[in-house]
DNA sequence: AATAGCTTTTTGGCATACCAAATGAAAGTC
DNA sequence: GACTTTCATTTGGTATGCCAAAAAGCTATT
């Protein structure tokens, strides 16, 4: 997907997909010798994939402790999630003025193509699916052309990614959000931007709820999860 | 010799104190096996240590290149400012419903020790005039008790170290900052976010403009720098 | 049999050696 | 004389070796 220039981040990129589809749960640790012998690169590039990845937010780094991949509570998300809306508002709102129409056309092709994948997707198709969501957010802070905007808007999407994964491939959230992603194109097709900042920032606060169910929900399983541990 | 923390973070603080102390200029290089030597460690905490600078986005990082202290372009300077002023807004907003009653008095106490200061400060104390400056902004963004917010928005604050500093310190500055100041505190303290949230943005509304007048000054000066350059 | 202390092993941190790409200078050609 | 091409030097990128600290396992003692 992204024929990253620079070793570490094809390394990060590697890393953050395993992290997304779950290889490597939350809490695991991540040994620098480990994984670099089993991907054939040396410690020091992987050591500045984990870096990154730190930075990120997806792992957590420890002194002299193996880094291990980042368990937020739901606090910690909702707090991470309160900040990406006032971004991702910021970025509608100047995307308004300051987008050209071709961009909001990519825009809108980038909803169509999600819509259209959103009725039939299933399985690995899903995280196609998720990324085409992500590209969806990512092309709207793009295109406030600010660039420090975009950069910011990027590491919180990176460090919720998980969460906003296990929210996207929620079945009963489709519906919801293809009609705020429309309202969205709307809005910044008529360059309307209290229009746009309202409806992100109800996508956003949907997100939210979300993921108080979801984590409500793994806290239920989390007593059969440690016995298995247990069994084990 | 380790009190503090990790050594690339000490060689990340201590090079940063040199970037905001102009002793390494915008635009100069930082070619790590100069700087490694020269502070006798060697070059992979230090390049770990640049890594951390570009993430605070104080350095550049090119593919291939020696990394250079950034020197932000009045548009990059003037869309920081654009992200800083959503996340203060955001810090005052939550403030007024996280904040705890000590927390606002620290902010007032911090806003009264600014004033005193500002009335007087000349010459080198003018950098603890800004120093109170920055813990006031710094104080409120943590009182949100969003800590996701309060370290992006201390990213974004040393990002602009140098340029809230050379605006902070004008004199003809003052008067505003003083009066912004305490409406900011008079709004925590009867949490009003409406009223917050406003005179924020009004605050950094003014930083901009001060940002916009200091690049047309140095940009009228350029020529004279270049000149020197050219004897040099 | 349980626990405390010691030893072994694992793992991350730092230094350094080697490699490849980019830059600047010098020389040769048009 | 100017431009291009090439080669040497500079500089970042990567691999690897050594060291210190932490974790785990074992033994000895109570």
């Known amino acids: 997907m992204t ?3 620079t070793l ?3 390394i990060a990129t590697h890393l953050r997909r395993n992290i997304l589809r779950g290889v490597l749960a939350p809490g695991d640790p991540i040994k620098e010798r480990d994984n670099a012998l089993e ?4 410690r ?4 500045e994939a984990v870096r990154i990845l730190a930075k990120e937010g997806l ?3 420890r002194p002299a402790r193996s880094p291990v991949v980042a368990d937020p509570s739901l606090e910690e998300a909702r707090a991470s999630v309160e ?6 508002t910021l ?4 995307a308004c003025r300051n987008a050209s129409d071709a961009e909001i056309a990519e825009i809108r092709r980038i909803f169509e193509q999600h819509s259209s994948l959103s009725k039939t997707a299933e399985g690995d198709a899903l995280i196609d699916l998720f990324e085409v969501d992500m590209a969806f957010h990512t092309a709207i802070a793009r295109a406030s052309h600010n660039p420090a905007l975009a950069e910011t808007h990027a590491a919180f999407l990176a460090r919720m990614w998980r969460q906003r994964y296990l929210s996207a491939v929620q079945r009963r959230a489709r519906d919801r959000v293809h009609h705020q992603h429309e309202n969205i194109v709307l809005g910044l097709e008529a360059r309307d931007p209290k229009r746009v900042g309202a409806e992100i920032n109800a996508h956003i606060s949907a997100l939210i709820n ?15 999860t440690s016995h298995e541990k247990g069994i084990e």
Do not use: F
């Open 3 to 5: 024929p990253s220039s």
């Open 8 to 10: 570490p981040e094809q």
């Open 39 to 42: 991907m054939g690169v040396s």
């Open 44 to 47: 020091t590039p992987l050591r």
């Open 59 to 61: 792992v957590i780094l």
């Open 83 to 88: 900040v990406l809306q006032a971004l991702e």
């Open 91 to 94: 970025s509608g709102e100047l």
């Open 210 to 224: 979300n993921l108080v169910r979801l984590y409500a929900a793994r806290d239920a399983g989390q007593e059969i």
